[in-house]
C-alpha cells in the first residue's frame, strides 16, 4: 500500500507544480487565480494522502472550488474581447493539465475499488470526485480560452448553438 501512497503523492506533487507554472504563465490575473486554486487543492491532496500514509486520521477532503471557479469565469467573461484570444500552444497546456486530472480521477477511482480498507476507500472515492471537479474546471478553461480560435474556424456551425 506504501507504494500506491508514494505514486499518488508524486503525481500530486506534480499536478501542484504544473498549475504553479500556468498561474505564472499567464498574463490574465483571474486565470491565474484559478491555476493557484488548483494548485492549492493538490497541496491540500498530498497532505491528505500523506496522512493516510502515516495512518492519521482523514476527514473529508471535498472543497468548494467549482463555486470559486465560477466565479472567475463570470469575471473573465465580462471582461473578455479580441485581446483574449489564446495562442494555440496555451490552449494545449490546459488540455494536458486536464488529461492529469482525468489520471488521477482515475486512479484514485480504481485503487478506492481494490482498497479493503474503508477508510482509503471513502478517502480515494473523495478526492476522485474532488479530481473530476478539477477535470471540469479544466475543460471549461479549454472552452472559453478556445472557443473564440474556434468560432473563428468553424463559424457556420458554432452560431446555431442555443444558450
Known amino acids: 500500500m506504501q507504494d500506491i501512497?508514494?505514486?499518488?503523492?508524486?503525481?500530486?506533487?506534480?499536478?501542484?507544480?504544473?498549475?504553479?507554472?500556468?498561474a505564472?504563465?499567464?498574463?490574465?490575473?483571474?486565470?491565474?487565480?484559478?491555476?493557484?486554486?488548483?494548485?492549492?487543492?493538490?497541496a491540500k491532496h498530498e497532505k491528505i494522502v500523506q496522512a493516510l500514509a502515516d495512518d492519521r486520521?482523514?476527514?473529508?477532503?471535498k472543497s468548494d472550488i467549482?463555486?470559486?471557479?465560477?466565479?472567475?469565469?463570470?469575471k473573465i467573461a465580462e471582461n473578455f474581447d479580441e485581446s483574449s484570444l489564446m495562442p494555440e500552444d496555451q490552449v494545449?497546456?490546459?488540455k494536458k493539465a486536464k488529461d492529469l486530472e482525468t489520471k488521477s480521477k482515475n486512479f484514485y477511482k480504481e485503487h478506492a475499488e481494490k482498497s479493503?480498507?474503508?477508510?482509503?476507500?471513502?478517502?480515494?472515492?473523495?478526492?476522485?470526485a474532488e479530481e473530476k471537479k478539477h477535470e471540469a474546471i479544466l475543460d471549461n478553461i479549454i472552452t472559453m480560452v478556445n472557443r473564440p480560435n474556434t468560432w473563428l474556424?468553424?463559424?457556420e456551425w458554432y452560431h446555431l448553438e442555443e444558450y
Not at 501512497?5 to 500556468?22: Q, W
Not at 505564472?24 to 493538490?42: P, R
Not at 486520521?57 to 477532503?61: I, L, Q, Y
Not at 480498507?117 to 478517502?123: A, H, M, P
Open 153 to 155: 474556424d468553424d463559424a
Open 116 to 128: 479493503d480498507n474503508k477508510t482509503v476507500e471513502r478517502v480515494f472515492n473523495e478526492l476522485s
Open 57 to 61: 486520521n482523514v476527514d473529508s477532503v
Open 5 to 22: 501512497y508514494k505514486f499518488a503523492l508524486e503525481f500530486e506533487k506534480e499536478n501542484r507544480e504544473f498549475y504553479e507554472e500556468c
Open 66 to 74: 467549482n463555486m470559486r471557479a465560477k466565479e472567475a469565469f463570470d
Open 92 to 94: 494545449d497546456i490546459y
Open 24 to 42: 505564472s504563465g499567464t498574463d490574465d490575473k483571474t486565470l491565474e487565480s484559478v491555476f493557484k486554486e488548483l494548485a492549492a487543492e493538490e
